[in-house]
């Protein structure tokens, strides 16, 4: 069974960074693409980055430049870096992989924008 925990999340001023990471288990990690989703309140999950089993990454435009996307093969992490964050970066943020036929979803973490 797919596992994914995510972690790293919280409260930041406008301007500032959070790091969030996500365990995974149940699969062999390396092979896959993980994904990062986000959440805001009153709107639809948005896919925010992926990056490919060869570390091929992909951003949603609103982040290009601010966000990285990064893996750990060894420890089966996926990590999200969010710098000179806004606002409108305020939202639930999900770890996702499709794998085994099926798309698999971590608990959420929330980021929140204040100050």
């Known amino acids: 069974q797919v596992h994914l925990v995510e972690s790293g999340g919280g409260l930041v001023q406008p301007g500032g960074s959070l790091r969030l990471s996500c365990t995974a288990s149940?699969?062999?990690?390396?092979?896959?693409?993980m994904n990062w989703y986000r959440q805001a309140v009153g709107k639809q999950r948005e896919l925010v980055a992926s990056i490919t089993s060869d570390s091929a990454r992909n951003y949603t435009d609103s982040v290009k430049g601010r966000f990285t996307i990064s893996r750990d093969n060894v420890r089966n992490r996926v990590f999200l870096e969010m710098n000179s964050m806004k606002p409108e970066d305020a939202a639930a943020y999900y770890c996702?992989?499709?794998?085994?036929?099926?798309?698999?979803w971590g608990p959420g973490t929330q980021v929140t924008i204040s100050g």
């Open positions: 149940g699969i062999n990690f390396r092979l896959y693409t």
């Open positions: 996702n992989v499709r794998a085994r036929g099926s798309s698999s």
